[in-house]
């Protein structure tokens, strides 16, 4: 049971800066990474739509005998990660825009929220989003156009550089102290936004904390490999291979799936 491998799926190639983050600590852990990018993006989608998609996916990672999912993506995780948790047993680990430190910690009382639509309009963030930063000003931008250019290969594009500039705008102009990215795609954008961005804002990604969360679940369900087996790492995309093999930096094999 424990040698069986975790599952992790996306809209697309983003999710591998949270695959990044739990390879890097549980190196002990056999992988299976779904990239959806034929149905991406997710985030301009009902959440019908979205709840089906993440149905479509998590059945083929259970069917490769996973043992625990990980939503490697935010508008999934808002939209459908309690159907997901009331239909299945295994357990499901999510991902949602980290508006609480960023409310704890802002010093201008001005937090930007950078994310999708659906991300954006779900019930879950608009819940966080009163629970924890209703004292301050949360500027929501929606990120459209920024997952489409990231799929197509356009990550280090100077269309991406003038997108982000007109994104970050209204949050520069309401002195914003922190920016929340709140989908998985975005912290592959970082050196741009470092460089786009005034050195008194401060990023949050919370690919980490999902790493930690992961391995927490894993140890609290007793479901860590303990094993000496050489653990395996695989990558299926039903888009295009060579974008998310140019995003995962380490020679790891890419295979299409018509899934
Ligand atoms: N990586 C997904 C997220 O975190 C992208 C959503 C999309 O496909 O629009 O929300």
């Known amino acids: 049971m424990n040698t069986q491998p975790i599952g992790i799926f996306d809209s697309g190639v983003g999710g591998t800066s949270i695959w990044k983050a739990i390879y890097a600590v549980l190196q002990n852990e056999s992988t299976i990474y779904l990239a959806d990018s034929a149905n991406a993006p997710y985030g301009n989608k009902t959440e019908k739509e979205i709840i089906a998609l993440c149905v479509k996916n998590t059945e083929y990672l259970l069917s490769k005998n996973c043992k625990i999912i990980v939503v490697a993506c935010n508008t999934a995780t ?18 949602e825009p980290a508006i609480k430190p960023a409310a704890l910690q802002t010093k201008t009382h001005a937090i930007g929220i950078l994310a ?31 997952v489409p250019l990231i799929e197509g290969g356009g990550l280090h594009s100077n269309k991406m550089r003038i997108l982000l500039k007109t994104l970050l705008q209204p949050m520069l102009n309401n002195n914003i102290d922190y920016l929340v990215l709140g989908c998985t795609h975005y912290p592959y954008l970082i050196p741009m936004l470092l460089e786009l961005l005034p050195s008194r804002v401060n990023i949050i990604d919370s690919g980490h904390a999902v790493a930690k969360q992961t391995k927490l679940i894993l140890e609290t369900h007793g479901l860590l490999n303990l094993s000496t087996n050489t653990p395996t790492r695989v990558f299926y995309t039903n888009g295009n291979k060579d974008v998310l093999q140019s995003l995962l930096g380490k020679p790891f094999n890419v295979d299409f799936l018509d899934f």
Not at 81 to 88: E, P, T
Not at 116 to 145: D, M, N, P, W, Y
């Open 78 to 95: 808002t939209n459908a990660i309690a159907y997901l948790r009331s239909k299945y047993s295994v357990p499901f680990i999510g991902i």
């Open 116 to 146: 999708t639509q659906g991300t954006l309009s779900s019930a879950l963030f608009s819940s966080a989003s009163k629970r924890f930063a209703s004292h301050i000003k949360v500027i929501e931008q929606v990120g459209k156009g920024i």
